[in-house]
Structure formats: C-alpha cells, structure tokens
C-alpha cells in the first residue's frame, strides 16, 4: 500500500497553479527597488538614499470579517483589507511602506480562491506604493475546515529618524483632522455578524454583504503628500476600539483628546447598526464610526491641511482639540 500527500489532503499541483495565477499581480506591485521575484527563499529589497533612516513594521490580519467572504463568495476585498490593516498602522509613525509579505492557511486550497486574495493584496500594495515582494500558502487539511481561508500580512516601511511622528510634539489647541473611512472596515465583525445573518438583505440600495465588504481605506498617500509640506504632530489610525482606544495612542503624557461627536460625518451603515440596538458607548467603542485616520495637527496648520487633503480627493473635517489633561479622550 502507498500514499501520497494528496492522499493525505495536500494537493500540489493546486499550489502550484496558485502560484503561477498570482504572479501577474504580484509582479505589477514591483518596483526598481526590487532585486529579485517570486521563487527565491528570500525578497532582496535595496533601500537607496536615507540619511539616517528607522525601519518601522507592523502586521495584522482581516478577522472575521473573512467569514462575510466565504459567505457571499467575494475573496478579493479581504486582501485589500489584509494590506490597509498594516500600513495604515505604520503610516502613523510618518513612515512610507517599502514592501509586504501575506501569509494565508486553508483546509483545502482551491487555486482560483488563492489568486483572487493575493489580487487583492496586489492592489492594496499598489494604493500603498509598496511592493509585494512575497508570502507563503499553507494547505492545512484537518486543522481548517475545507472552504476556510486566513489571511495576515506584515509590512516593513522607512522614515528618516529626524521626521519620526510618535505624538511627542502634541500640544495644547492642536487640532484634531479626521479623514473619513469607506464603511466598517476591518473590525467590530464579531459584533457585525450577529445582527446581520442575511447578507442579502438590502440596505441603501445595494446588498449589506457588499456594504459590510468595503475594504479598508489605505490612507498612505495621502497623508504622504500633506507631511511633505505641513507639521504634523500625530496620527492614529482608528481601528478596533474606535476613537476612544486609537486616539489616546498619539497624546503624550498630560494631554487628551477632545473630539465633538456632532462634527463627525458618519456613514449611513453605522445608522443601520444603531439601529440594531447597539447602544451609544457601545458603537464608539466597537466601530470608526466614519473616521478612518486621524491627523493632530497645529491650529495654524489646520485650513491647509483639510485644503491639501480635498485637493487629493479626501474627504477630511476637523472634529475637535487638545487640551491638557490625563483622560486620553473625551468624546462629548
């Protein structure tokens, strides 16, 4: 008697069709900065002029935000999220993501399923200016149910040490700019999941599965241009916990946040939620509730920040201060 490793649930053949299907977008992220392709034990990455440049990394994964995938069929969003979820992150410290990597696990891989998530990291890596540079697929018969997919990914980016934004400089009048986010994002989906069991129902003319969806905004760009030519004293990406977990992040000690939930453009989804009997403290404390990153910036710097950031098509809003004080953030 003889077995193989198909025979035991591991198809490599499967594997390597995945591979082959995401060479194309994967090779579209690359960049002259990047010295070799897929297939070798390791990315080479050549970093070129910095005076005294700090590596700044980050890594996260999607949640359960993938079951929403699974259910609906709709693998390519995911990825996107997988890419927004780490860069915006390390675009808080001012830093520009240089390259990705993504890690996916599957009971049972189905090549055309692998392909389209990794397309989706492929273009939330072009909406970064990152390269992705590799990843790993892992077949997991057994450990993951058939159908079931997990994503992850980790980014490494650059800033010159002297530009470094870790909140040190906030100060008293500084002005809170929110830039606004596409939907739920990535997080609150534990939650999201049990108040919407059919995702074909509708809500605002589209099916709330295509809503919940909506892949995280990556705000790389953007934000690049603005710290080109303004001051700007922290940041902080508005991710699980909403505004009163992220925020507090960027004040340094003695000072907090004020933020005037009325000045807030929300979205229509987080209404929808509400009115689900998610109580008040509980959305602020679960979701962005429309605001994706958050720029601290001086009040002498405020009308040319929202200024730059509409000319780049972002839609941005001033939504409070910073005093003085050790409670991290008030929301009134």
Do not use: W
């Not at 241009?225 to 991710?239: D, F, N, Y």
């Amino acid at each position: 008697m003889s077995i193989s490793y198909k025979d035991a649930g591991v198809d490599k053949e499967e594997g390597y069709k995945a591979v082959e299907l995401m060479k194309k977008s994967v090779a579209a992220t690359h960049n002259s900065s990047v010295l070799n392709g897929l297939g070798s034990f390791g990315a080479l990455y050549e970093l070129g002029q910095y005076k005294n440049p700090v590596m700044v990394s980050g890594t996260d994964g999607v949640g359960t935000k993938l079951d929403i995938a699974f259910k609906t069929g709709v693998y390519n969003t995911v990825g996107i999220d997988c890419v927004a979820m780490c860069v915006n992150d390390i675009l808080c410290h001012g830093a520009k993501p240089l390259f990705f990597l993504d890690y996916m696990a599957c009971g049972k891989l189905e090549a055309d399923v692998a392909a389209s998530m990794v397309s989706g990291v492929a273009a939330g890596c072009q909406a970064a200016g990152a390269a992705l540079v590799g990843g790993e697929t892992a077949e997991m018969p057994g450990f993951y149910k058939e159908g079931d997919y997990d994503i992850a990914g980790f980014s490494v980016g650059i800033v010159e040490k002297d530009e470094i934004i870790n909140g040190s400089t906030v100060e008293e009048g500084d002005v809170l700019i929110a830039l606004q986010s596409s939907g739920v994002h990535s997080n609150g989906f534990s939650l999201v999941r049990k108040l919407f069991t059919d995702l074909d129902e509708e809500f605002d003319g589209r099916k709330i599965g295509e809503i919940l969806l909506e892949p995280t905004k990556i705000y790389v760009k953007p934000v690049l241009e603005v710290l080109k030519e303004h001051t700007v004293h922290g940041m902080a990406h508005i991710t699980g916990g909403g505004l009163p977990e992220n925020l507090p992040r960027t004040m340094r000690e003695g000072y907090e946040a004020v933020v005037e939930k009325s000045k807030i453009k929300s979205l229509p989804v987080f209404d929808y939620i509400r009115e689900k009997g998610v109580p008040e403290d509980e959305m602020y404390g679960t979701f962005n509730m429309g605001v994706g990153f958050v720029l601290v910036v001086p009040a002498s710097e405020r009308d040319g920040v929202l200024a730059k950031l509409e000319s780049l098509g972002e839609t941005a809003f001033e939504i409070g201060y910073v005093q003085r004080g050790e409670k991290g953030i008030c929301l009134r």
